[in-house]
């Protein structure tokens, strides 16, 4: 396997020597799904991949696609605007890309944003004639309204008829006057998983997956979870910015409710998938066994990979 690399001052101040030969131990011949990035247009100021080529957004991506490679990442579900998602789409079939929701019209990441709320027929065709095939990450609590709000109805729609598996922001998120300044009627409060029941009870097979799990909605997502055996979740972000003894006492909680098979490996923020990647290997109490199903086994079953594909999975980090 390739060295792995390590970016940026947070990863090399809370990770040794030590912790990167463990973390390419633990790698060695075992594919990773991150469910979890964010497509976005490239930023003339990001020094990881600025100088690559003259073109930011190929640029972003030619290292974007280094970095999977990397770190054994076989398939990555993530969310953008219309542009960027079909870009990321067709450059590699291990992007299963798809479109956030809303748009946010004020939102440098998101941009460019057309149109913040697509119509049934419009969100038809372009998931009938494109490569997408997920979708999320939900922004709609941070647009300020619940997940039941008339505008959101054709995104439900769409994603049962297609099957789609949706990414939902379940966490409250960053603090109130850091959202704001982007988010100007952010409501932590609507990113309640206990919200969706509405929407899975006039959709009860919607494949969904609760970003974030592990803070304050932790509860509300379990019960979810046990009423919908088809919901799964991810614990990215909350993992790295809150302490251990917050997020680690929900997530032995979810495992004591017989939920465990149900948590999935993701990455969320730019550059930091080996910095997860530690932060799942690093949980001492769970089996070997568990991480790796963390990893991958657990999301390739929520995905609905078929064996061969699997098995395929395997072999493309076997000895790299």
Same mark, same amino acid.
């Given at each position: 396997?390739?060295?792995?690399? /390590? /970016?940026?001052?947070?990863?090399?101040?809370?990770?040794?020597?030590?912790?990167?030969?463990?973390?390419?131990?633990?790698? +060695?011949?075992?594919?990773?799904?991150?469910?979890?990035?964010?497509?976005?247009?490239?930023? !003339?100021?990001?020094?990881?991949?600025?100088?690559?080529?003259?073109?930011?957004?190929?640029?972003?991506?030619?290292?974007?696609?280094?970095? /999977?490679?990397?770190?054994?990442?076989?398939?990555?579900?993530?969310?953008?605007?219309?542009?960027?998602?079909?870009?990321?789409?067709?450059?590699?079939?291990?992007?299963?890309?798809?479109?956030?929701?809303?748009?946010?019209?004020?939102?440098?990441?998101?941009?460019?944003?057309?149109?913040?709320?697509?119509?049934?027929?419009?969100?038809?065709?372009?998931?009938?004639?494109?490569?997408?095939?997920?979708?999320?990450?939900?922004?709609?609590?941070?647009?300020?309204?619940?997940?039941?709000?008339?505008?959101?109805?054709?995104?439900?729609?769409?994603?049962?008829?297609?099957?789609?598996?949706?990414?939902?922001?379940?966490?409250?998120?960053?603090?109130?006057?850091?959202?704001?300044?982007?988010?100007?009627?952010?409501?932590?409060?609507?990113?309640?998983?206990?919200?969706?029941?509405?929407?899975?009870?006039?959709?009860?097979?919607?494949?969904?997956?609760?970003?974030?799990?592990?803070?304050?909605?932790?509860?509300?997502?379990?019960?979810?979870? +046990?009423?919908?055996?088809?919901?799964?979740?991810?614990?990215?972000?909350?993992?790295?910015?809150?302490?251990?003894?917050?997020?680690?006492?929900?997530?032995?909680?979810?495992?004591?409710?017989?939920?465990?098979?149900?948590?999935?490996?993701?990455?969320?923020?730019?550059?930091?998938?080996?910095?997860?990647?530690?932060?799942?290997?690093?949980?001492?109490?769970?089996? !070997?066994?568990?991480?790796?199903?963390?990893?991958?086994?657990?999301?390739?079953?929520?995905?609905?990979?078929?064996?061969?594909?699997?098995?395929?999975?395997?072999?493309?980090?076997?000895?790299?």
């Amino acid at each position: 396997m390739k060295k792995l690399r /390590f /970016f940026g001052v947070l990863l090399l101040s809370s990770l040794g020597g030590h912790a990167q030969d463990s973390l390419e131990i633990f790698l +060695k011949n075992q594919p990773v799904i991150d469910m979890h990035f964010h497509i976005t247009k490239g930023f !003339e100021d990001n020094e990881k991949y600025n100088d690559r080529k003259a073109d930011i957004d190929s640029a972003k991506l030619d290292w974007v696609v280094e970095n /999977f490679d990397q770190n054994n990442i076989v398939l990555v579900v993530g969310g953008g605007n219309l542009k960027y998602s079909q870009m990321y789409a067709q450059a590699d079939t291990r992007i299963w890309a798809g479109l956030i929701f809303p748009c946010r019209d004020a939102v440098e990441q998101d941009a460019p944003c057309e149109k913040e709320f697509l119509t049934e027929n419009e969100l038809r065709e372009v998931y009938r004639v494109g490569k997408l095939k997920s979708m999320g990450e939900s922004f709609y609590n941070y647009y300020g309204i619940p997940p039941t709000d008339e505008r959101l109805a054709p995104y439900w729609k769409i994603a049962n008829e297609f099957n789609l598996p949706v990414g939902i922001h379940s966490d409250s998120g960053p603090p109130m006057e850091r959202a704001q300044k982007e988010n100007p009627n952010y409501n932590p409060a609507y990113a309640n998983p206990e919200l969706l029941k509405p929407i899975l009870e006039q959709y009860p097979e919607l494949r969904i997956y609760l970003m974030h799990f592990g803070n304050e909605y932790s509860n509300e997502a379990i019960e979810l979870m +046990k009423a919908y055996p088809q919901i799964y979740c991810e614990i990215s972000a909350v993992s790295m910015f809150l302490p251990k003894r917050v997020w680690e006492v929900n997530l032995k909680k979810l495992y004591e409710e017989g939920l465990g098979d149900r948590l999935m490996f993701a990455s969320d923020y730019f550059g930091t998938i080996e910095k997860n990647l530690n932060t799942i290997n690093n949980i001492d109490w769970l089996t !070997e066994e568990q991480k790796k199903d963390i990893l991958y086994h657990n999301a390739a079953r929520f995905l609905g990979l078929s064996q061969e594909k699997v098995a395929a999975d395997y072999e493309r980090v076997k000895e790299r």
